[in-house]
């Protein structure tokens, strides 16, 4: 069992601190050090294959042992194990990845992933700059594709304060919206270092240096206030205790157990109070330091069905083939494959170079985002506060008061955000109509009202007709997808208004309404939900007609592609009173499809 890659020399300050900033881009150039060793020779390539299903498989294939194994990745290294070059497929897209370093090969300067296609290729950079004692300074990322030269990705600023005994650095990330997350503080200190990171689940996290790396000692605060976790750890660096502190009582303890060698561990879980045992975690690692042996055991005693991973080595003690298998939990139980995996490596030799890459030519638009990106960000963080404040204080206008306007935009009041217009004929009289749909700063039952409003022109300027919460549902109504106005228009003399969200289960909502009898109506909806490989819902409702079309259809998938197991589908009149706009509420209203025992809501 191996806690670290302790063969590696210490590396260098500026090193340590860049490498434990949490910077995803300095990571995934390092993530492939902890998969093989290279005390004894380093690595220069690996091409990683994985036994899988070749149906619609676009990875390439090679048949090793009677078997089919498709190349998940070919990797490209420098002699410390960091990333040169990678290939690999995702999601049927082909990816290249070059990581560009400085003339020392030190740091890391550019990570360029290219999806090449002929039609549309797809490039995006992960700029990083430092300071001139190779501290991080700052990371730009932009892409291109086709149509779009520059398209900003996100800026992260690294500001470095340095005094006698200790290192302070400041992390501002601004995402592709140029709304800035709340700053990120870390202060290295000798051999400790401190994380605060508000928008993570430990709020701060105490670290310190043990056998080459960082390791966490404390965190306070975890998801809820008041929660504290303490670690503790052998000689060795192997963790031997993590408990969980609530108002100075523990309420959940994990304690380590090792043999003199370290090649088995026993990770006991307690529970109520850290007092009573629940699961035990069983694990065996062989001399190369790699687990092949998992069990987990209940709380009650009973041990579940073991997994164990086999190993074929190199002369260099890494693995060149793993099988993983599960057992069942009785002696000699049946191997039950899980995975096979196949790795093909060179390494160094004395004529070995590593692969020459051209820096890109970069976009010249860079540098203005490094000088101009954390200043309209500032400003936005500002209206963003001030919108919070007005909120917290309730001062902000409840509807919309200006009664006339040259242009549509406005009638938007403070803090309120127009989210579309649309145009066209509403009552068959002269003049244009126009509907607007606003986000407001209204607290409501999830995020914030929405409102409707209609405008008439006389003359040359916007008259406003009419304005309703009633057919927009909130800005969080979607669930996991978040707002759910999808769009609005005019059509057929109505207007039509469509909602989307759900998060597996997809719905979405078409709702008409048209000024009649001196009041707005909804005159028709319809709604469509389900989710892929279970069941879908077509339903259609003519309220001006009493017209109903209601449409079942469960769907089956497996092996063989998809089928369908359950359909019906009914038409029938449901006559009722239409509702007026203001009064209606999408989603919640209720029609029974006669003799089927069915409902839906529209």
């Known amino acids: 069992m191996s806690?670290?890659?302790?063969?590696?020399?210490?590396?260098?300050n500026h090193k340590r601190i860049n490498n434990n900033l949490d910077n995803y881009t300095i990571g995934r150039a390092c993530e492939d050090r902890e998969t093989f060793r290279i005390a004894k020779k380093p690595v220069y390539a690996i091409s990683y294959y994985r036994a899988e299903s070749g149906e619609n498989n676009p990875k390439q294939v090679k048949?090793?042992?009677?078997?089919?194994?498709?190349?998940?990745?070919?990797?490209?290294?420098?002699?410390?194990?960091?990333?040169?070059?990678?290939?690999?497929?995702?999601?049927?897209?082909?990816?290249?990845?070059?990581?560009?370093?400085?003339?020392?090969?030190d740091?890391?300067?550019?990570?360029?992933?290219?999806?090449?296609?002929?039609?549309?290729?797809?490039?995006?950079?992960?700029?990083?700059?430092?300071?001139?004692?190779?501290l991080l300074k700052e990371e730009i990322e932009y892409r291109t594709y086709k149509g779009n030269d520059f398209d900003v990705q996100g800026f992260t600023g690294y500001k470095a304060e340095k005094n006698k005994s200790s290192l302070t650095i400041r992390i501002n990330d601004i995402g592709y919206d140029s709304i800035p997350a709340p700053q990120e503080i870390y202060t290295?200190?000798?051999?400790?270092?401190?994380?605060?990171?508000?928008?993570?689940?430990?709020?701060?996290?105490?670290?310190?240096?043990?056998?080459?790396?960082?390791?966490p000692v404390k965190t306070e605060d975890y998801v809820v206030k008041g929660r504290n976790i303490a670690f503790t750890y052998d000689t060795k660096g192997f963790i031997t205790s993590e408990t969980w502190m609530e108002d100075?009582?523990?309420?959940?303890?994990?304690?380590?157990?090792?043999?003199?060698?370290?090649?088995?561990?026993?990770?006991q879980q307690y529970g109520q109070q850290g007092k009573e045992k629940s699961?035990?975690?069983?694990?065996?690692?062989?001399?190369q330091g790699d687990l092949f042996f998992e069990q987990t055991v209940e709380y009650n005693g009973n041990k579940l069905a073991p997994i164990v991973t086999e190993y074929v080595y190199d002369q260099y003690d890494n693995w060149t083939e793993r099988k993983k298998y599960r057992l069942s939990a009785e002696e000699d139980g049946d191997k039950i494959p899980v995975q096979h995996e196949i790795r093909e490596i060179t390494y160094f030799e004395n004529d070995s170079k590593v692969r020459e890459l051209p820096f890109p030519k970069l976009s010249g638009k860079v540098q203005r985002v490094a000088a101009t990106l954390p200043k309209s960000a500032g400003k936005k963080q500002k209206s963003i506060n001030a919108f919070d404040q007005a909120v917290e204080k309730g001062k902000y206008d409840t509807k919309i008061?200006?009664?006339?306007?040259?242009?549509?935009?406005?009638?938007?009041?403070?803090?309120?955000?127009?989210?579309?217009?649309?145009?066209?004929?509403?009552?068959?009289?002269?003049?244009?109509?126009?509907?607007?749909?606003y986000e407001t700063p209204i607290p409501a039952d999830v995020g914030f009202e929405q409102v409707l409003a209609i405008f008439k022109k006389k003359h040359?300027?916007?008259?406003l007709w009419h304005q309703s919460a009633g057919p927009l549902l909130d800005t969080q109504g979607g669930g996991t997808m978040g707002n759910p106005f999808e769009g609005i228009a005019i059509a057929n003399r109505a207007i039509v208004v469509n909602h989307f969200g759900g998060s597996r289960e997809k719905w979405s909502y078409k709702h008409i309404y048209r000024f009649q009898n001196n009041d707005w109506y909804l005159i028709g909806a319809s709604v469509h939900f389900g989710a892929p490989c279970d069941y879908f819902v077509d339903f259609d409702y003519n309220l001006s007609t009493g017209d109903v079309v209601a449409e079942y259809q469960q769907e089956i998938c497996n092996d063989e592609g998809k089928g369908s197991e359950k359909h019906w589908k009914e038409r029938f009149k449901q006559k009722t009173i239409l509702p007026k706009m203001d009064e209606f509420i999408p989603g919640n209203n209720k029609v029974d499809v006669p003799d089927l025992d069915y409902e839906v809501y529209y």
């Not at 990745?73 to 990581?99: A, F, P, V």
């Not at 490039?123 to 004692?133: A, F, M, V």
């Not at 040359?460 to 008259?463: A, N, P, Q, T, V």
Request: proline share 3%; hydrophobic share 25%.
């Open 3 to 12: 806690n670290s890659s302790t063969s590696v020399k210490e590396e260098k």
């Open 63 to 105: 048949k090793m042992g009677g078997k089919d194994f498709y190349l998940q990745s070919y990797t490209e290294y420098l002699q410390d194990g960091r990333k040169r070059y990678k290939e690999y497929i995702y999601d049927h897209t082909r990816r290249i990845e070059n990581y560009h370093y400085d003339e020392k090969f």
């Open 107 to 134: 740091n890391l300067l550019l990570l360029h992933r290219v999806e090449p296609n002929a039609e549309n290729e797809r490039n995006y950079y992960n700029i990083l700059n430092y300071y001139p004692d190779k």
């Open 188 to 215: 290295f200190t000798g051999d400790a270092l401190i994380k605060e990171k508000p928008l993570y689940q430990s709020k701060k996290q105490y670290f310190e240096w043990m056998v080459s790396r960082y390791v």
């Open 248 to 267: 100075g009582q523990p309420v959940y303890t994990k304690e380590f157990e090792y043999n003199a060698g370290h090649t088995e561990c026993i990770e």
């Open 279 to 287: 699961t035990k975690y069983i694990r065996k690692y062989n001399k």
């Open 401 to 437: 008061t200006k009664t006339g306007a040259k242009d549509i935009k406005d009638f938007t009041p403070k803090f309120w955000k127009l989210k579309a217009t649309a145009f066209g004929d509403l009552d068959k009289l002269p003049g244009d109509e126009a509907v607007a749909v």
């Open 460 to 463: 040359d300027k916007w008259m």
